[in-house]
């Protein structure tokens, strides 16, 4: 993404960083394991900006996991932590 980084950017990066979370079960676990959350909270509750925060925070507290969903979503990691500010703000 070039320049900076919208609400509905923010919100379409979260989502497809979810999808990328989900697709690996052990990842998945502990995304649940660690955030507390259960899949219909996950349901629930998609569409909140501070939801979408939490999955991003996620990836960012594992900088392994950042770096490997930013290049499978062609972003850069500052993306993702861009957009995690300003879900987190909204």
Sequence with gaps: MRGPV???AARA???HALGWTLAEP??????????GLTPAD?????????????????LMAHESDLIACAAAL????????AAHN???NT
């Design 26 to 35: 052990d990842r998945a676990e502990r995304l649940l394991a660690v955030t």
């Design 6 to 8: 919208t609400i509905d």
């Design 42 to 58: 996950l349901r629930a509750r998609i569409e909140r900006s501070e939801m979408l925060a939490a999955i991003l925070g996620f």
């Design 13 to 15: 990066i979260a989502l």
């Design 74 to 81: 062609d972003e850069a990691p500052a993306t993702l932590v």
């Design 86 to 88: 300003l879900l987190e």
